[in-house]
Antibody, heavy 120, light 108 residues
Framework: EVQLVESGGGLVKPGGSLRLSCAASGFTFSVYTMSWVRQAPGKGLEWVSSIAGSSNTYIHYADSVKGRFTISRDDAQNSVYLQMNSLRAEDAALYYC????????????WGQGTLVTVSP | EIVLTQSPATLSLSPGERATLSCRASQSVSNFLAWYQQKPGQAPRLLIYDASNRATGIPARFTGSGSGTDFTLTISSLEPEDFAFYYCQHRTNWPWRTFGQGTEVQIK
């Protein structure tokens, strides 16, 4: 069974930093593109960033986070990370880790999310 | 950047009724469109990919159709567990992963 478990969320001041982690199990982690998708309270889904699996080499960021967020992965640890710097109020959201499949760019498995709150 | 517009924003129906949800793209996305279901307090779940293919384990009452700019998600007979939010998403071009704003299917 595919499992994705996020951690690392919390309360941070504007301008602060946070590192999110996602631990994966139940599948061959290294071959899959992994992503972060966020959802502000009461709002819709917003893709944040993706990092390709072993068959590819790309890293993608949404314009809203480019230059502030960094995605990385450790295939030995079956984990993907999101380093978030220079956080803004509008970054406050539930951050989901998601696996891409069906030819990439579709999210076929999701974690339960970790909440990031940005407030003075 | 291609924009996806979902309609209606809210659909009020009774269990057993047919639900028809629309997703319109600002330009052609070919058939590169997915549908997700999200229940309150839960993560989204992939229902349909490439416009009409059901993801693993998705019941047959969920049907996706359309191509180009107009797409439909049909739920043939609403079960109590189908009342939720539904989002479409395309993967045609950069940023490759854009969602619509969502449709809520609520109990009438």
């Amino acid at each position: 069974e595919v499992q994705l478990v996020e951690s690392g969320g919390g309360l941070v001041k504007p301008g602060g930093s946070l590192r999110l982690s996602c631990a994966a199990s139940g599948f061959t982690f290294s071959v899959y593109t992994m992503s972060w998708v966020r959802q502000a309270p009461g709002k819709g889904l917003e893709w944040v960033s993706s990092i390709a699996g072993s068959s590819n080499t790309y890293i993608h960021y949404a314009d809203s986070v480019k230059g502030r967020f960094t995605i990385s992965r450790d295939d030995a640890q079956n984990s993907v990370y999101l380093q978030m710097n220079s956080l803004r109020a509008e970054d406050a959201a539930l951050y989901y880790c998601a696996r891409e499949d069906y030819g990439d760019y579709y999210f076929d498995s999701w974690g339960q999310g970790t909440l990031v709150t940005v407030s003075p | 950047e291609i924009v996806l517009t979902q309609s209606p924003a809210t659909l009020s129906l009774s269990p057993g009724e047919r639900a028809t949800l629309s997703c319109r793209a600002s330009q052609s996305v070919s058939n590169f469109l997915a549908w997700y279901q999200q229940k309150p307090g839960q993560a989204p779940r992939l229902l349909i990919y490439d416009a009409s293919n059901r993801a693993t384990g998705i019941p047959a009452r969920f049907t996706g159709s359309g191509s180009g700019t107009d797409f439909t998600l049909t739920i043939s007979s609403l079960e109590p567990e189908d009342f939720a939010f539904y989002y479409c998403q395309h993967r045609t071009n950069w940023p490759w992963r854009t969602f619509g704003q969502g449709t809520e299917v609520q109990i009438k």
